[in-house]
């Protein structure tokens, strides 16, 4: 729930809602398109903090634009992490135990927790339910068809993150 919660509040209301919410406001939305927006707003979030959570254990530090270590070494609460907690065995928890938070995580220590978290599928329940956003937003632009401009630049902004890997529509 903890997770869910930053996901929400950090990821999706302080990067899309806001700033959505902020310009339809300024562009004299009304209530529903408000509520439309805010609904939308939070899968897409949603979905853009799980992927970059992913990125952060799996991606490469090109592609994420810092080192694939930072997430390990700052002991990052995400889904991955929870994941492997609860489904991994115990000499797999005292693995993670001595290098998830660790200060200087070598990349031999970063491939074992990449190991553990594949060998665990938690990178595919992850995907799985990002997936399950991308569907909630899709279900959110049937609810946009009656503003078309509005919708227009939603399928474009969606369009935007796809194109950056942020979420994959199955």
């Not at 060998?119 to 946009?144: F, Q």
């Amino acid at each position: 729930e903890r997770i869910a919660s930053i996901a929400y509040y950090k990821t999706a209301w302080y990067t899309i809602i806001g700033p959505m919410l902020m310009g339809a406001i300024l562009g004299g939305a009304k209530n529903k398109l408000l509520e439309n927006i805010e609904e939308f707003g939070k899968h897409a979030g949603v979905a853009f903090q799980y992927r970059d959570d992913i990125l952060g254990i799996f991606g490469s530090s090109a592609t994420i634009g810092k080192s694939i270590t930072s997430d390990i070494e700052e002991k990052k609460l995400t889904l991955l992490y929870l994941f492997t907690y609860e489904e991994a065995n115990s000499e797999q928890i005292e693995i993670m135990n001595a290098y998830y938070g660790k200060e200087h995580v070598t990349e031999k220590e970063a491939r074992i927790i990449r190991e553990i978290m594949s060998d665990l599928e938690v990178d595919l329940k992850v995907e799985k339910l990002i997936k399950e956003e991308a569907k909630r937003i899709s279900l959110t632009y049937i609810k946009l068809l009656k503003n078309v401009q509005f919708l227009s630049l939603l399928i474009l902004f969606s369009l935007k993150l796809q194109s950056k890997n942020v979420i994959i529509y199955s």
